[in-house]
Structures are given as structure tokens and as C-alpha cells.
């Protein structure tokens, strides 16, 4: 159930009460009697479990280095070959001019 916030029009007090989407909202001041108003108010959120972008949808390529861990690859399947020593170990011919 959604929490309201209410201010008296008449002593300023404000004060919370949860309601359903169905109840009426309230007329009636709870101290002093007078005509309330509800006040709009950025909403409280907690994002919890799987569902979201962050756990679910972001980086495809960590979660392929995690998977490739885990079935014994070892790293994110990049192969990496030092093509400096396949240049040093070719003969180099010089040309005598």
C-alpha cells in the first residue's frame, strides 16, 4: 500500500498515512480539524534481485569471460601469439648494392 503525505491548510502540520488506491482521500486535518491538502513526493525505491539492467543485461562480454571460468577456459578466450619472436627467428637477406 502507497504511503500519502498531507499538509494542513490551516496549522501547517504534516503527516503521513497509507492508504489503498481505492480509499477517499482525506478531508479533515488530524490535530486540528482544518482542510488538508496531499502533497506529491518522490517515491522511496529499492531495486532488489534479478530483473534489472545491471544484473542481467549489462556487459554480455564479462558474463561470457565468467561462463568460459567456470567450464575451465580460464580467461575471456582471447589468444594472444608474440608475433616478435616468429619476426626475429626469419633470416632477413640484405641487398649489396
Known amino acids: 500500500m502507497p504511503i500519502y503525505e498531507y499538509e494542513c491548510e490551516r496549522c501547517h502540520h504534516r503527516f503521513e498515512i ?3 488506491f481505492s480509499d477517499r482521500p482525506l478531508k479533515k486535518c488530524e490535530k486540528c480539524g482544518g482542510p488538508v491538502q496531499k502533497l506529491l513526493s518522490a517515491p522511496g525505491l529499492v531495486f532488489k534481485g534479478s530483473g534489472w539492467y545491471v544484473t542481467d543485461y ?4 564479462r558474463k561470457k569471460a565468467m561462463q568460459a571460468e567456470k567450464d575451465g577456459g580460464g580467461g575471456n578466450g582471447d589468444k594472444k601469439t608474440d ?3 616468429a619476426k626475429a627467428s626469419t633470416p632477413t637477406s640484405k641487398k649489396d648494392d
Open 58 to 61: 549489462a556487459n554480455s562480454d
Open 18 to 20: 497509507m492508504q489503498k
Open 83 to 85: 608475433t616478435s619472436e
